[in-house]
């Protein structure tokens, strides 16, 4: 079992990323999936959940997580992000827990 985070990085505010979670060793398609950040010195949050059957659901305005089933990823897509939003971002198997139930995580950083 084995969740990869990917597409993280330095983006100034205002910008633009989408986060991939490429998914291994189970059956994607039959499992809820979140995504959750820890910012430095806080407790990891949970950002948004997206059942098996949703492709594409926004949140909080500003981002949007989806799924490709077909491709066993999840996807985030953050708009408009702000210097608050920097935090390590992991993906997690929603129903799960322990070995290999989250990512490694992908650093975020926003800074002009």
């Known amino acids: 079992v084995q969740l990869v985070e990917s597409g993280g990085g330095l983006v100034q505010p205002g910008g633009s990323l989408r986060l991939s979670c490429a998914a291994s060793?189970?059956?994607?398609?039959?499992?809820?999936m979140s995504w959750y950040r820890q910012a430095p010195g806080e407790g990891r949050e949970l950002i948004a959940t997206?059942?098996?059957?949703t492709s594409s659901r926004s949140v909080e305005g500003r981002f949007t997580i989806s799924r490709d089933n077909a491709k066993n990823t999840m996807y985030l897509r953050m708009d408009s992000l702000k210097p608050e939003d920097t935090a390590v971002y992991y993906c997690?198997?929603?129903?799960?827990?322990?070995?290999?139930?989250w990512g490694q995580g992908t650093q975020v950083t926003v800074s002009s």
């Open positions: 997690k198997r929603t129903l799960a827990s322990g070995f290999g139930s």
């Open positions: 997206i059942s098996p059957t």
């Open positions: 060793g189970f059956t994607f398609s039959n499992e809820p």
